[in-house]
């Protein structure tokens, strides 16, 4: 679905199996998700042209030093530092393309998956070892290199964090700094693991971004992933899970706050190949300025095999000015009757005018009771990362997402609430 | 002391079919230490009185005046006119999800002072206000409204009353949907605000049922838009026994 003006909300808590169940306003996939090509070889994917089911929300154009057209799909920079400082339990390498634990993870799913796995020079290998119990969290830093707006050099990276059997880590990524990145990162959990992996994209101005995250899922394994994008002019990210064990537990949440300008694009795939596993999406998002977009697609397939199956996913926008776009699809396909249940909810809708007037009748200036709301928005998200210093990060991100923009939300606050245009009462 | 002056005030409403006149021409004073109870039948006005004094945008003003202290109330945005001293108990309180009540009342409370209340004195204050309206103190993390009861949103509204401290206290049918123990908490909360000879209180009610618990030193009757009857609390005795009726067969020979 895609809005601009209207509240919009699907809601199918309980969705059944009829064949194929699948929802999304203005063109359904024309085939089960199951059968979109995956493949190591770029040659497999064309420049896109944006007309393509993966592609038809995404501006190709500023995504096109990311394609590699004019190199054969192969990018050659070398634009970004990578920086683990690890727990002290953890191991980090640096390691050649040829390593064998890489690509174990899924294959890519698109083009510009396809030149981060044909670009990456080395590749960052992070190994929560057997059993390890980590007692600090492992941070990454993916750094664009300095070299102004004219200099930027398309790069691909690779990053595998592999959670052995039992162990216990977080693993935060952040990039920063001004790039133009394609980026891989693999995120295996063994038998029994449980890991939680938070990548936040605040990119610079003029940065461009895509990555591909490929989750393998093993037996009894519970992973939580949390994906957040503030900053950088266009960032896309395809996080694809895959159960590959029983019993097995995911935990997909997002965070994406767009201003004027920023195309920020999320497309989740949860694969539920085996039985009994248990996944929850949720992803929540502000906008605010004219030509803020974010885009929303949450694939969910539960495959014949897959019995006893727990899947939910929402989405939620908050459109917090005029000019701004949000589309949001979610699709569930189901195999089989015999899960435990599945269902997605999706919703966008303005600010409140009864809220704020709720509020501001407490005296709170309209400035600081439209904060209130956004941070409320995000709050309940945030408390479910369940890793204070990154909750306490974000928190702030948002504040200062909010700061950066209250000229925006003040200078446009007639054309938000339609209620206020000819209010007589109202004054300075 | 304080005075809350309504003057031939008129108000429309934004409605489906174009804006409809509901207010024509309402005459109140309201001083510091007094209570006026608002009564009259569905429709006639009360809850329009209480959204246009505290500048609900779906509510127009068309004609008339409203002051405090000769300020010019009509004049200030709907924030501006809380810090002013207006307080509105609503009806339907909205949900803030997200919000905990903590944190809504220290954020209102430092609104309306303009600076933040001293934290050890304000935790006692509100633990002391939650106290005293039965409220369990696991009360303030929960979020604004949200899952609220009806009796626990009534409470909530008290609860901002109090600590707020307004010169006006405007109680939107604060009475409407209460069991009679949840009123009687509500209403002594009304009435600890009633002490203090600082605070006028406006009781907008459908029931007389209240009218026992707060006692009010002047009744209004609103008829189709404006004051069909004034007098003291011995009218409002009158209304118990007999109903509006009166006034409505009134209004339609007029």
Not at chain 1, 38 to 48: C, E, G, Q
Not at chain 1, 354 to 372: S, T
Request: charged share 25%; glycine share 10%.
């Amino acid at each position: 679905m895609t809005t601009t003006t209207d509240s919009l909300s699907t809601d199918h808590s309980k969705a059944v199996a009829d064949g194929s169940h699948t929802h999304g306003v203005g063109g359904t996939p024309e085939s089960s998700r199951a059968s979109r090509p995956t493949s190591f070889d770029v040659a497999d994917f064309p420049v896109p042209n944006g007309r393509e089911e993966e592609w038809r929300f995404s501006p190709v154009d500023r995504l096109a030093p990311l394609f590699a057209g004019a190199t054969d799909g192969v990018l050659s920079g070398h634009g970004v530092l990578t920086t683990v400082v690890e727990a002290p339990e953890v191991k980090v390498e640096i390691v050649d393309r040829g390593d064998a634990r890489l690509g174990r993870a899924g294959k890519p799913g698109d083009r510009t998956a396809a030149v981060a796995w044909a670009s990456y020079p080395r590749a960052t290998v992070v190994t929560i070892p057997k059993e390890a119990v980590a007692t600090e969290v492992t941070s990454i830093r993916v750094e664009g290199v300095e070299g102004g707006v004219q200099a930027l050099e398309p790069s691909g990276t690779h990053l595998l964090v592999h959670a052995e059997a039992l162990s216990q880590s977080v693993v935060v990524i952040d990039h920063i700094g001004h790039a133009a990145l394609t980026e891989t990162v693999e995120i295996v959990a063994d038998e029994g693991a449980h890991l939680t992996v938070v990548t936040v994209h605040d990119w610079a101005e003029g940065s461009v971004h895509a990555t591909s995250h490929r989750l393998r899922i093993g037996r009894d394994a519970t992973v939580k992933h949390i994906a957040v994008t503030l900053g950088g002019d266009v960032v896309r990210i395809t996080p694809d899970a895959e159960f590959v064990g029983e019993g097995a537990n995911v935990k997909m949440l997002g965070l994406y706050f767009a201003d004027a300008g920023q195309h920020q694009e999320q497309r989740l795939f949860v694969d539920h190949a085996v039985p009994n596993c248990v996944s929850r999406v949720a992803y929540k998002g502000a906008l605010q300025g004219e030509g803020a977009h974010t885009v929303w697609v949450g694939d969910v397939l539960i495959r014949a095999a897959a019995e006893g199956t727990d899947t939910y996913e929402l989405n939620r926008n908050l459109v917090l000015s005029d000019g701004a776009r949000a589309d949001s699809v979610p699709n569930l396909e189901i195999e089989t009757g015999l899960i435990e249940g599945a269902g997605h909810a999706s919703a966008t809708g303005r600010f409140d005018d009864e809220q704020l007037f709720y509020l501001r009748a407490r005296g709170i200036p309209e400035p600081d009771a439209r904060r209130l709301v956004v941070r409320g928005f995000f709050a309940e998200l945030i408390h479910e990362i369940g890793v204070p210093s990154v909750e306490e990060r974000l928190i702030e991100s948002i504040e200062r997402e909010l700061e950066k923009s209250m000229s925006v939300l003040d200078g446009t606050t007639a054309h938000v609430e339609g209620s206020e245009v000819g209010l007589t009462t109202e004054g300075a | 002391m304080s005075t809350l002056e309504i003057r031939d005030l008129h108000v429309s409403v934004e409605t489906k079919e174009g804006p409809k006149q509901i207010l024509r021409g309402v005459d109140l004073t309201v001083a510091s230490g007094e209570t006026h109870a608002i009564m009259g039948p569905n429709g006639s006005g009360k809850s329009t009185l209480a959204y246009s004094l505290a500048g609900h945008p779906k509510y127009h003003v068309t004609s008339g005046t409203v002051t405090l202290d000769g300020e010019d109330v009509l004049a200030l945005s709907v924030d501006a006119r809380a810090r002013a001293g207006l307080f509105l108990a609503m009806q339907y309180p909205v949900e803030v999800p997200g919000v905990s009540v903590s944190n809504f009342l220290r954020t209102a409370k430092t609104a309306i002072d303009g600076q933040a209340p001293p934290l050890r004195t304000w935790v006692k204050d509100v633990r002391k206000a939650m106290d005293d309206l039965r409220m369990d103190p696991a009360f303030a993390e929960r979020s604004v409204n949200e899952g609220f009861s009806g009796g626990e949103k009534k409470r909530h509204e008290i609860l901002q009353m109090e600590l707020l401290k307004p010169k006006f206290a405007i109680l939107d049918e604060t009475d409407s949907g209460l069991d009679v123990d949840a009123l009687r908490v509500v209403s002594e909360g009304v009435n600890r605000v009633k002490e203090n000879p600082d605070v006028g209180v406006l009781l907008i009610t459908h029931y007389t049922r209240i009218l026992r618990y707060i006692k009010p030193d002047f009744v209004h009757v609103f008829v189709d838009g404006k004051v069909a009857e004034e007098g003291g609390p011995e009218l409002a005795d009158r209304l118990e026994n007999e109903g509006y009726d009166r006034f409505l067969t009134t209004a339609t020979v007029i």
